[in-house]
């Protein structure tokens, strides 16, 4: 059966509505005006993705449910956390029992029309509220499953007048999976897919090599000033290395340069070779950069599930080694090695953190 492109509704508007938010940033003000390049987002985000493996983990986490004997009888109820326009539900229902019933929350009212518009077209229903994800609406009539798709990341950059006033904090992740469990009834999961960050095995420091100096359109910027002012969609390779390690926080003083090459942390270097994807106009990497990634680990997602009270079913970073992975390196641009000077594969950067997490019975 064809899959419809659901990884748009995971990458889209989501960050659309979380990123119309003002959002403090180590003490800056991050004022959020206008919004990325769409034409060019949406087509990179629906090139690069897997939809039969995002479908796949998706049911195959689902059947992950314990249910008790009298629960079995009855259908389940889905809620989808940022549900966008309800595109996840919708290609679920080819694949899932007709009498499911689907929840979706939206920050944002519009989508939400657009959601109801399309079930309408499709003969198709679900149940759609707007809601923060910081103050679930679902505590006082559970759910069976809880499905929090590319938002964990978003919920770390977002400020929120219900939970906190500031953002760029975990702590913001460890709320709403406590909003999530007591949302949950007995044996029902949490489902979770994220952009993935190495484990805590991986934090040692290997190297960017052979970014290209001169890249045959744009020559590079000797002065750090005009390299700071300079449109991030007209530098050489190496340059875009030399911004990224000036703007984007966490890289202050984690950058070694030895000539034309940078030695970083592991998942720093996992950090720029995602960010770079997003160079279609400045706006696009100003969002990027001042959104932080709230990444987790699987170790950091592991302690949080055990301090919410998740017994763990899976978390797992997950490769892609393929034209398929949204960190393939476009020939020519930069080699990665370890500090033995072993080029390193793209499986040493994985592409999806899964998770799937149970509150006990």
Same mark, same amino acid.
């Given at each position: 059966m064809k899959l419809s492109p659901v990884n748009i509704y995971v990458s889209c508007r989501r960050n659309i509505n979380l990123r119309q938010q003002n959002a403090t940033f180590k003490g800056k003000e991050a004022q959020r005006t206008s919004e990325p390049n769409l034409n060019t987002y949406i087509p990179l985000m629906n090139n690069k993705m897997k939809l039969n493996d995002n479908i796949r983990f998706f049911l195959g986490a689902l059947g992950k449910i314990d249910t008790d004997e009298k629960r079995k009888k009855q259908p389940l109820e889905i809620a989808d956390i940022g549900c966008c326009d309800g595109a996840l539900a919708r290609t679920l229902r080819e694949f899932l029992p007709s009498? =499911?019933? =689907?929840?979706?929350?939206?920050l944002s009212p519009e989508m939400l029309e657009i959601?109801?518009?399309?079930?309408?077209?499709?003969?198709?229903?679900?149940? =759609?509220v707007v809601g923060n994800a910081f103050n679930l609406p679902y505590k006082n009539e559970k759910k069976d499953a809880i499905i929090a798709s590319s938002i964990m990341h978003e919920l770390y950059s977002y400020a929120s007048d219900e939970y906190n006033e500031e953002a760029y904090s975990k702590a913001s992740i460890?709320?709403?999976m406590q909003q999530a469990y007591d949302s949950l009834k007995p044996g029902?999961?949490?489902?979770?897919?994220?952009p993935a960050t190495p484990g805590s095995d991986a934090w040692e420091k290997i190297r960017i090599c052979n970014a290209n100096e001169e890249d045959g359109t744009y020559p590079p910027i000797k002065d750090e000033e005009e390299l700071r002012k300079a449109d991030i969609t007209k530098l050489c390779t190496l340059d875009k290395l030399k911004r990224f390690c000036m703007d984007f926080y966490p890289a202050k003083g984690q950058c070694e340069w030895e000539g034309d090459s940078c030695i970083m942390p592991r998942w720093l270097i996992t950090e720029f070779v995602r960010h770079r994807k997003w160079l279609a106009t400045p706006e696009n990497w100003a969002y990027e950069i001042k959104e932080? =990634?709230?990444?987790?680990?699987?170790?950091?997602?592991?302690?949080?599930a055990k301090r919410v009270g998740f017994n763990v079913v899976k978390i797992e970073n997950i490769a892609i080694p393929n034209k398929n992975?949204?960190?393939?390196?476009?020939?020519?641009?930069?080699?990665?090695?370890?500090?033995?000077?072993?080029e390193l594969s793209l499986e040493d950067f994985p592409m999806f953190l899964e998770v799937v997490l149970r509150k006990p019975r």
């Open positions: 009498d =499911y019933k =689907y929840f979706g929350l939206d959601a109801r518009a399309k079930d309408e077209q499709n003969n198709q229903t679900a149940k =759609y460890l709320h709403f029902g999961v949490l489902i979770i897919k994220d932080n =990634y709230g990444t987790m680990r699987p170790d950091e997602m592991a302690d949080f992975n949204i960190y393939a390196i476009r020939d020519g641009e930069f080699e990665l090695r370890d500090m033995d000077d072993d």
